[in-house]
């Protein structure tokens, strides 16, 4: 009896087809999945800084309390005028009057926005020779934060990519997918520096006395393989 190898052929494409089928509908339908941590940091010349700090005044009587409080703030105006810190850089907030043991204790916190940052520790030293009770650290900003904040961004996802890629190859696999992507609970976090080292002198080409904000980003990034 003669075998028909062409109708076996036929039996065993079919097979074939059917197997390649059934590994394809697998692959596409179970693919890898993974999370990556991606970093971005971007250190950036800070532009302008602010400066809070409180006056307060205690007296016997509240209204004496409130005059002289509010005389300070004069006085301390017209002392940032002379250091170049005019009236529109200056903010104040209702002066606010509480018992105290002495009578009564009037206090005002104000403000100011300085654009160079290299004396802020001399600044800062002539606030309390102007009676300053406290002052806090100063905040330094840029004028286009979000902007450094989408290079960031882009950073940290690069990062992500780099490890995914890394980890994508180890395992063989060629095809990968985001599906995912999660910032840490604080989007943006920053840092100052008050003065820039060397490697940030020569990399900005700045000097040594500009003030540095540090941006970091922290994304989870999460990868469908094939």
Excluded at 22 to 34: A, C, E
Excluded at 110 to 121: F, P, Q, R, T, Y
Excluded at 161 to 174: C, D, F, G, P, V
């Amino acid at each position: 009896m003669e075998v028909d190898f062409s109708l076996w052929k036929k039996y065993l494409s079919y097979l074939l087809a059917v197997l390649l089928l059934i590994f394809t509908y697998s692959w596409i339908t179970s693919p890898l999945v993974m999370s990556v941590t991606g970093v971005g940091e971007v250190s950036v010349p800070a532009e302008n800084a602010v400066l809070t700090f409180t006056l307060a005044s205690n007296k016997v009587s509240p209204s004496e309390a409130v005059t002289d409080v509010k005389n300070n703030i004069t006085n301390v105006k017209n002392s940032l005028k002379n250091l170049g810190i005019g009236d529109s850089d200056v903010y104040e907030s209702q002066v606010a009057v509480t018992p105290s043991e002495s009578g009564f204790q009037a206090t005002v916190n104000m403000g100011l926005k300085v654009n160079s940052i290299s004396n802020l520790d001399q600044l800062t030293t002539s606030l309390y020779g102007m009676k300053a009770i406290v002052v806090s650290q100063p905040q330094l900003s840029v004028k286009d934060s979000q902007k450094v904040q989408d290079e960031v961004y882009q950073i940290a996802l690069k990062d992500a990519k780099s490890k995914a890629n890394k980890m994508a190859l180890k395992n063989w696999k060629l095809i990968k997918k985001i599906v995912l992507i999660q910032e840490s609970e604080t989007p943006t976090t920053t840092s100052i520096t008050k003065q820039a080292n060397e490697a940030d002198q020569t990399e900005l080409n700045i000097d040594s006395s500009t003030g540095l904000i540090k941006f970091s980003k922290v994304l989870s990034v999460t990868y469908k393989l094939w």
